[in-house]
Protein backbone atom coordinates (compact mmCIF):
# COMPACT_ATOMS: atom_id res chain seq x y z
CA UNK A 1 0.00 0.00 0.00
CA UNK A 2 1.47 3.34 -1.01
CA UNK A 3 2.17 5.44 2.17
CA UNK A 4 0.00 8.65 1.25
CA UNK A 5 0.76 10.51 4.75
CA UNK A 6 4.79 11.42 3.49
CA UNK A 7 3.06 12.38 -0.06
CA UNK A 8 0.15 14.58 1.12
CA UNK A 9 1.35 15.62 4.61
CA UNK A 10 3.72 18.68 3.29
CA UNK A 11 3.03 22.14 5.29
CA UNK A 12 1.07 23.03 1.92
CA UNK A 13 -1.49 19.54 1.30
CA UNK A 14 -1.93 19.99 5.67
CA UNK A 15 -2.83 23.83 5.10
CA UNK A 16 -5.00 22.92 2.30
CA UNK A 17 -7.48 20.01 4.17
CA UNK A 18 -6.94 22.22 7.49
CA UNK A 19 -8.55 25.37 5.72
CA UNK A 20 -11.57 23.39 3.83
CA UNK A 21 -12.47 21.80 7.22
CA UNK A 22 -12.40 25.21 8.81
CA UNK A 23 -14.74 26.49 6.07
CA UNK A 24 -17.10 23.31 6.37
CA UNK A 25 -16.90 24.12 10.26
CA UNK A 26 -17.62 27.85 9.99
CA UNK A 27 -20.90 26.42 7.57
CA UNK A 28 -22.13 24.31 10.19
CA UNK A 29 -21.62 26.17 13.46
CA UNK A 30 -24.37 26.36 15.94
CA UNK A 31 -26.30 23.05 14.58
CA UNK A 32 -26.73 20.73 17.30
CA UNK A 33 -26.29 16.91 15.64
CA UNK A 34 -23.73 14.82 15.52
CA UNK A 35 -21.54 15.38 12.89
CA UNK A 36 -18.50 14.10 11.44
CA UNK A 37 -15.30 14.78 9.08
CA UNK A 38 -14.18 12.17 6.77
CA UNK A 39 -11.03 12.99 4.59
CA UNK A 40 -10.24 10.67 1.92
CA UNK A 41 -6.80 10.50 -0.02
CA UNK A 42 -5.00 8.34 -2.87
CA UNK A 43 -4.69 7.76 -6.21
CA UNK A 44 -7.63 8.32 -8.79
CA UNK A 45 -9.37 5.99 -9.71
CA UNK A 46 -12.58 4.69 -10.95
CA UNK A 47 -14.72 3.59 -7.54
CA UNK A 48 -13.95 6.27 -4.94
CA UNK A 49 -16.64 8.36 -4.54
CA UNK A 50 -18.84 4.90 -5.07
CA UNK A 51 -16.68 2.57 -2.59
CA UNK A 52 -17.11 5.56 0.24
CA UNK A 53 -20.28 6.58 -0.29
CA UNK A 54 -21.69 2.80 -0.14
CA UNK A 55 -20.57 2.49 3.52
CA UNK A 56 -22.43 5.30 4.14
CA UNK A 57 -25.52 3.87 2.63
CA UNK A 58 -24.97 0.57 4.60
CA UNK A 59 -24.54 2.44 7.89
CA UNK A 60 -27.28 5.28 7.00
CA UNK A 61 -25.08 8.20 6.96
CA UNK A 62 -26.10 11.34 5.63
CA UNK A 63 -23.70 13.54 3.28
CA UNK A 64 -24.19 16.67 4.16
CA UNK A 65 -21.61 18.66 2.32
CA UNK A 66 -18.56 17.64 0.10
CA UNK A 67 -14.90 18.93 -1.86
CA UNK A 68 -13.30 17.22 -3.93
CA UNK A 69 -9.98 17.58 -6.26
CA UNK A 70 -7.29 16.15 -8.00
CA UNK A 71 -4.02 17.48 -6.54
CA UNK A 72 -0.76 16.22 -8.79
CA UNK A 73 -2.82 13.14 -10.33
CA UNK A 74 -3.86 12.32 -6.14
CA UNK A 75 -7.59 12.08 -5.31
CA UNK A 76 -8.17 14.24 -2.25
CA UNK A 77 -11.81 14.73 -0.43
CA UNK A 78 -13.24 16.05 2.12
CA UNK A 79 -16.24 15.07 3.83
CA UNK A 80 -19.14 16.50 6.24
CA UNK A 81 -21.13 13.92 7.30
CA UNK A 82 -24.36 13.49 9.69
CA UNK A 83 -24.06 10.81 12.29
CA UNK A 84 -27.21 10.97 14.17
CA UNK A 85 -29.26 8.64 12.22
CA UNK A 86 -26.41 5.89 11.87
CA UNK A 87 -27.31 2.18 12.38
CA UNK A 88 -24.17 1.37 13.53
CA UNK A 89 -21.88 2.50 16.60
CA UNK A 90 -18.75 5.29 15.42
CA UNK A 91 -16.32 2.43 15.91
CA UNK A 92 -18.29 -0.15 13.44
CA UNK A 93 -18.24 3.17 11.01
CA UNK A 94 -14.74 3.65 11.26
CA UNK A 95 -13.88 0.19 10.61
CA UNK A 96 -16.18 -0.30 7.76
CA UNK A 97 -14.66 3.23 6.30
CA UNK A 98 -10.82 1.56 7.12
CA UNK A 99 -11.83 -1.63 5.15
CA UNK A 100 -13.30 0.53 2.18
CA UNK A 101 -10.14 2.03 2.19
CA UNK A 102 -7.87 -0.55 1.63
CA UNK A 103 -9.86 -2.28 -0.74
CA UNK A 104 -9.30 1.01 -2.78
CA UNK A 105 -6.00 1.71 -2.12
CA UNK A 106 -6.70 4.84 0.18
CA UNK A 107 -6.46 6.60 3.08
CA UNK A 108 -9.82 7.24 4.62
CA UNK A 109 -9.97 8.90 7.75
CA UNK A 110 -13.22 10.07 10.25
CA UNK A 111 -13.51 12.47 13.09
CA UNK A 112 -16.22 13.50 14.91
CA UNK A 113 -16.52 17.13 14.72
CA UNK A 114 -16.77 17.75 18.43
CA UNK A 115 -13.37 16.18 19.10
CA UNK A 116 -12.16 18.08 15.86
CA UNK A 117 -13.23 21.37 17.51
CA UNK A 118 -11.75 20.82 20.92
CA UNK A 119 -8.44 19.50 19.09
CA UNK A 120 -8.00 23.32 17.34
CA UNK A 121 -9.55 25.87 19.47
CA UNK A 122 -7.37 28.11 20.86
Do not use: P, W
Amino acid sequence: MLNLASVFFSSKAELCILCAITIFIKNYEGAKEMKAFVTVLGEDKVGIIYGITSVFKETNVNVLDVNQTLLGGFFTMIMLVDLEKMNTDFGELKHKLEVAGEQLDLSILIQREDIFNSMHKI
